[in-house]
């Protein structure tokens, strides 16, 4: 086993320095990993030394992540909380959305009757193409051709616009 940990030292030291970004850390869990990859008995024969050192350096990190989750504060003072960037739309992205939609209402608004029934059936109202086709007793691909003349019209009205 003291060979297995000359071999393989270095390269899984830099692995881990990675995955864990803690050079610290990282050597760590090395030591944990060949603790217990000496500690298995000798009659348990391993076909493959590296495979198995890299899964059990994975599974420590996974433990390590999983403890250091549990131990974190779930809760933050009031004054670190405002270094934080709210997660609340800016005011021009409200407008913005707000006349992205408007745009969007006025070309479905501008769609053919049967074209822009068809368009919110499946759009707004999750119905499939089948479901349409029965409801309004016409083919599938009519759906389909309604439905992508819709896509296109309301797509071609927001890029104008924009």
């Known amino acids: 086993m003291s060979t297995l940990v000359r071999e393989h030292y270095d390269e899984l030291l830099s692995f881990l320095t990675v995955r864990l970004r803690s050079r610290d850390q990282a050597s760590d869990v090395v030591q944990e990993t060949f603790l217990r990859v000496c500690s298995l008995p000798a009659s348990r024969p391993i076909l ?56 969007l209402s006025q070309a479905i608004a501008d769609l053919p009757p049967k074209c822009r029934h068809v368009f919110l059936l499946h759009k707004v109202k999750g119905k499939s193409h089948r479901e349409i086709a029965e409801r309004l007793g016409i083919s599938q691909n009519m759906v389909e051709k309604h439905i992508m003349k819709g896509l296109n019209h309301c797509r071609q009205r927001l890029e104008e616009s924009a």
């Open 48 to 103: 493959n030394p590296r495979a198995f050192l890299y899964k059990t350096a994975t599974n420590i990190t996974i433990d390590f992540f999983r403890r250091q989750q549990k131990h974190t504060p779930r809760f933050v003072d009031l004054e670190e909380a405002e270094v934080f960037p709210s997660v609340q739309p800016n005011q021009e992205r409200i407008l913005t959305g707000k006349e992205d939609i408007a745009r």
